[in-house]
């Protein structure tokens, strides 16, 4: 019926109403901190375009996971940064490599700590793109033997998920193949399944180490303009066994996220990415914006598009709102 007998404020006059008819709820079971760890003892670097988040040597990240399972997230995703890189991103896939230390002493102190480990070869290749370069340009088919190897390494050290984001075709099939032929099929894959080739990702290049010393990543991350095409990489990535795909960057593709959990209704994560982060940080810090109370609304958003699972810079700051930690 029509105003005067509808009238929608009513739901809206009492606080303890709007809370028991709010739509979209966030829960700091939703988010995954990403974190950096490298090489050494006793390192902290301060990432200085991504206020409040640094390099962490194995025992340091220990300290800073204690403290992130404390305030209620319950999952972090890991990005190495090792002490030598080489050509093919080989590095990664050592027994002793930078993440497995990290997999393996983040297990015996945090045992409730779900672990998953990105696996992409920016970070270890000299070259700093995401495979093996043959003739100039990044070879799918040959990247795909050192991502396989590097999810089984990963494994091994007791990765609870692994998470390829480098965007080949057919990485996703590989790498299910060898985890299983290596008795690791319990061990979920989620895809960075429409990963696009955007701008937001600046302060993480810099956490990372991981520019492109040439060219950039165009031939394999998605063209910002394309959301059809993300059905696609979707649907490949879900035939080819993945568990969860993700969607990245989230705040500039929620339309993606949308369409991604309406057509094919199963768990979808998005990454609230650096820059997503950085911006915001440094609108609050120049006190333009209301930070907190923006960084809730920006998640808000992302899990009413359709996300289950927010990566997000913000995940430890939102979780303690929520509990009435601050």
Known sequence: ?????????????????????????????????????????????????????????????????KNIYAS????????????????????????????????????????????????????????????????????????????????????EAGADMIAPSDMMDGRVGEIRTQLDANGYNKIPIMAYSAKYASGFYGPFREAAESAPKFGNRATYQMNPANSNEAIREVEQDIIEGADIVMVKPALSYLDVIYRVKNEFNMPVAAYNVSGEFSMLKAAAEKGWIDGPRVMMEILTSIKRAGADIIITYHAVEAANILNGKQ
Do not use: W
């Open 1 to 65: 019926m029509a105003f005067p007998v509808t009238r929608l404020r009513r739901l809206r006059y009492n606080g303890v109403l709007r809370q028991m008819v709010t739509e979209t709820k966030l829960s700091a079971d939703d988010f995954v901190m990403p974190l950096f760890v490298v090489s050494g003892t006793n390192v902290r670097n301060h990432i200085n375009s991504m206020p409040g988040n640094y390099q962490l040597s194995v025992d340091q990240l220990v300290i800073e996971c």
């Open 72 to 155: 209620g997230v319950r999952a972090v995703l890991l990005f190495g940064i090792p002490p030598v890189k080489d050509e093919d991103g080989s590095v990664a896939c050592e027994h002793n490599g930078i993440v497995q230390q990290a997999i393996r002493a983040l297990k015996e102190a945090v045992p409730g700590l779900y672990l998953i480990a990105d696996v992409c070869n920016c970070e270890y290749t000299t070259h700093g793109h995401c495979g093996t370069i043959i003739d100039g340009d990044v070879d799918n088919d040959a990247t795909l033997i050192t991502l396989a190897r590097q999810s089984v390494s990963l494994a």
